[in-house]
């Protein structure tokens, strides 16, 4: 079977034991461990990961300070070298399940059938509605003390309250420089984590916070709705997050509510709450960043080979411990 990396170049609907939706960290991290066993696989992605915001990716084993680009590519081109591999450079906009598994069917109309579905699209992060905050996201504008923090150690910094957990943020953060703690309207803590707050020697500003200001992507300060400038060099915040795609909806998968928000639902062996619909990465519960959406993705990419030996794993498990 060839290995493609063009919709326009494919021109057979094999079918396959296999199609992974998404094909960055945690997709192509599952498709590499379908491939070796020598089944099928189809990974079909739009190339838009998470972090692509970020000249730099951090932490990952081996490849600290890698452009998420290159990390990618360089994931690509091993799993390239599997001959049961094809790579559909496209975005799936719908699936199905039907008799003897699922299909899968892209922008562009084609149609692709697979036993057994990988669902690794990831989310999408939506930011609050604050000028000058998108240009800056992923380089003065940070989500992760982990992934960006040392880079900005010592630094002024900020953390923009967004929601319950804003609080935990800003003190994760004091560990990296000092802090100011923008309310920004969001209710004000409660005594002990205001003691809390202080303890660290985070400064509170209660004023809403009405621009970010610099010479983007380099970030001056913080404007206020009171008129003054806080001089800031780099700003954390949380996103709200939503599904890059609703496939998992029309398949019928259920979801749970996370701290960002929706996340879908998975068993100890990463199938989704539908038979044969396996899911892993930032769209799953207890991923938060690119190592743990590869390893996540191995584990899915294992369970979802062996099911199609076995059958559904957590009745095997069962069975053992029978
Ligand atoms: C600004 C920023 C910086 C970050 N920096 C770091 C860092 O330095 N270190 C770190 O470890 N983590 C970092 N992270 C976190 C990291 O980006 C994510 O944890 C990681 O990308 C999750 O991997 P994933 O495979 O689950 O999803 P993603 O990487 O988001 O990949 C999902 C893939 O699915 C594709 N896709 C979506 N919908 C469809 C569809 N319908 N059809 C086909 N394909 C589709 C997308 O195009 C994309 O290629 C950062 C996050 C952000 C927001």
Known sequence: MPSQTSAE?????????AIVIGG???????????????????IIDSSQPRNRFAAHSHGF????????AQMIAQARADLGRYPNVTFLDARATAAAQEDSGFSVTTEAGETFHAKKLLLAYGVVDILPDLPGLKERWGITALHCPYCHGYEVKGARLGVLSVGPF?????????????????????????ELTLAK??????????????????????????????GRLIPLDALFLGS?????????????????????????????????????????????????NASMAAADGVFAGVCLHQSLIFGPLDALEKVASD
Request: hydrophobic share 35%; charged share 20%; net charge negative.
């Open 24 to 42: 960055s960290y945690a997709g192509l991290s599952g498709a590499m461990q379908i491939a070796r066993s020598g089944r099928p696989v189809c």
């Open 240 to 288: 709200r997050i939503r599904f890059a795609s609703d496939i998992a909806g029309q398949l019928g998968c259920a979801t749970e509510e996370g701290m960002q928000g929706p996340l879908l639902q998975t068993d100890a062996f990463k199938q989704t709450t539908v038979p044969g619909v396996y899911a892993a990465g930032d769209l799953t519960p207890r991923v938060a």
């Open 166 to 190: 804003s609080p935990h943020q800003a003190l994760l953060i004091s560990d990296w420089g000092p802090v100011t703690y923008f309310l920004n309207g969001q209710p004000h803590p409660d």
């Open 61 to 68: 084993f081996g490849q600290d300070g890698q452009g998420p």
């Open 197 to 226: 707050l202080k303890g660290r020697g985070i400064k509170i500003e209660k004023s809403v916070v009405t621009a970010l200001e610099g010479e983007s992507p380099a970030l001056s300060g913080v404007r206020l709705e009171d």
């Open 9 to 17: 170049s494919h021109s057979f609907a094999a079918p396959y034991d």
